[in-house]
């Protein structure tokens, strides 16, 4: 079975600073890794996901996470953040030559970016 | 229609009534998923189906849990016999393929069990 852990509820941060959401999972077999990001009253939306290839992934807003298999994490980072990125960050994982998108999902990490 | 549409939005149910909610997922996708998000807590997975068939319902919590899709579109969701701890919120996501395809969730159906 697999598990994912976001230790950081809420992460607060002001305009232009870097930021870091903090992602680790547990898994006994291969995993793909994704995260997903919900705005105010928006659906979940997909970030970046790592299949397999680079370990860096990137996002077309400016997040980047990298996958590091040793530390079993896949942390969200990005250097200057906006007001429009607070949102809540969801970290998931799903099973290597299952469904892809049978996610396991961790509780989530509230972003609020402050001016 | 560009996006995966769920409804109703909200749904108030007192315990023991029959509940069913419904997905419209976007046009030509195959796969399609159902999610169940408690207050606080991310989304847990309850079944998929890849055109009208099923594939997996090892998420679904209980046998008053059932699923549908029969013609490979609309999905529904229905829950029996509702308790108070199947208040969430249920989201339903499709995607064109299952492999490599993103997931595009709807906002969800919020359900509250009085």
């Known amino acids: 079975a697999q598990s994912v852990t976001q230790l950081d509820s809420q992460v607060p941060v002001f305009e232009e600073a870097p930021v870091e959401l903090r992602c680790n999972y547990s898994?006994?077999?291969?995993?793909?890794l994704f995260w997903y990001v919900q705005y105010p009253n928006q659906g979940l939306q997909l970030l970046l996901k790592?299949?397999?290839?680079?370990?860096l992934v990137e996002s077309i807003n400016g997040f980047e996470a990298e996958f590091n298999k040793s530390q079993t994490s896949f942390h969200l980072r990005k250097p200057s953040v906006h007001i429009s990125d607070t949102a809540e960050y969801f970290c998931?994982?799903?099973?290597?030559?299952?469904?892809?998108?049978?996610?396991?999902f961790g509780t989530g990490t509230l972003l609020a970016v402050q001016p | 229609g560009a996006g995966v549409s769920q409804s109703p939005r909200y749904k108030v149910a007192k315990r023991g009534q029959d509940v069913a909610l419904r997905c419209d997922p976007i046009?030509?996708?195959?796969?399609l998923f159902w999610y169940q998000q408690a207050l606080g807590q991310g989304p847990e997975f309850l079944t998929y189906?890849?055109?009208?068939?099923?594939?997996?319902k090892s998420g679904l919590p209980s046998d008053r849990f059932f699923a549908e899709r029969p013609e490979g579109s609309v999905s529904t969701l229905k829950i029996q016999r509702t308790q108070q701890e199947d208040s969430a919120v249920y989201l339903c996501?499709?995607?064109?393929?299952?492999?490599?395809?993103?997931?595009?969730f709807g906002n969800g159906t919020r359900l509250t069990v009085t």
């Open positions: 996501a499709s995607s064109l393929r299952d492999s490599n395809s993103p997931l595009h």
């Open positions: 898994s006994s077999v291969s995993v793909y």
């Open positions: 790592y299949l397999s290839g680079s370990t």
């Open positions: 998931a994982v799903s099973r290597y030559g299952g469904a892809t998108n049978k996610l396991i």
């Open positions: 046009s030509g996708h195959v796969s």
């Open positions: 189906f890849q055109n009208e068939a099923q594939l997996d």
